[in-house]
T-cell receptor, first 113, second 115 residues
Framework: AQTVTQSQPEMSVQEAETVTLSCTYDTSENNYYLFWYKQPPSRQMILVIRQEAYKQQNATENRFSVNFQKAAKSFSLKISDSQLGDTAMYFCAFMKEDYKLSFGAGTTVTVRA | DADVTQTPRNRITKTGKRIMLECSQTKGHDRMYWYRQDPGLGLRLIYYSFDVKDINKGEISDGYSVSRQAQAKFSLSLESAIPNQTALYFC??????????????FGPGTRLTVT
């Protein structure tokens, strides 16, 4: 299985501030996909953002953006203008062309009012 | 209505009992997956199926079996439940081709407790 490492078990951020979650992965593949999933207290898994490894441009979805460093095998998530509804666990995930996801252990993000 | 549904949402069972978790989807996707989530471990793949006649073991299939009854239905069974199978179980689906093949849609999860 691919190894996905999230080194920050928990993070706290003030409302309207910015927080960055780190993720590193280990692979010998050249073509793959990276994802960030959000799991709020409702426990539903929600896809936040996706990055194709062959694309150099970093993906952006509204307040969520990634910093994809292919050579360093790093895939961080930046949440800008944090909102209370962003409070959740965030999972980094990796997929080769076999369509199977490998997840990191998750980072719990708490947004303070 | 939800595109991917799981039943039951919560279940408490005793060691040694057989239990089945069910997943249904209305997305028309061919691929279906079962994951379990444990604290500190993220989600791990148990089984997956790319069409009705295709069943594959994932990372942690021991103690589990699956059945793909139709394109829309994929069930996970624990033949003889044990306490370390206490976890949150997720079903997911994805499309067969195109960019949708790389995006998985998750059900709401089943919280299983084995006492």
């Amino acid at each position: 299985a691919q190894t996905v490492t999230q080194s920050q078990p928990e993070m706290s951020v003030q409302e309207a501030e910015t927080v960055t979650l780190s993720c590193t992965y280990d692979t010998s593949e050249n073509n793959y996909y990276l994802f960030w999933y959000k799991q709020p207290p409702s426990r539903q898994m929600i896809l936040v953002i996706r990055q194709e490894a062959y694309k150099q441009q970093n993906a952006t979805e509204n307040r969520f953006s990634v910093n994809f460093q292919k050579a360093a095998k790093s895939f961080s998530l930046k949440i800008s203008d944090s909102q209370l509804g962003d409070t959740a666990m965030y999972f980094c995930a990796f997929m080769k062309e076999d369509y199977k996801l490998s997840f990191g252990a998750g980072t719990t993000v708490t947004v303070r009012a | 209505d939800a595109d991917v549904t799981q039943t039951p949402r919560n279940r408490i069972t005793k060691t040694g009992k057989r239990i089945m978790l069910e997943c249904s989807q209305t997305k028309g996707h061919d691929r279906m997956y079962w994951y379990r989530q444990d604290p500190g471990l993220g989600l791990r793949l148990i089984y997956y199926s790319f069409d009705v006649k295709d069943i594959n073991k994932g990372e942690i299939s021991d103690g589990y079996s699956v059945s793909r009854q139709a394109q829309a239905k994929f069930s996970l069974s624990l033949e003889s439940a044990i306490p370390n199978q206490t976890a949150l179980y997720f079903c997911a689906t994805s499309d067969l081709t195109g960019t949708g093949a790389y995006e998985q849609y998750f059900g709401p999860g089943t919280r299983l407790t084995v006492t």
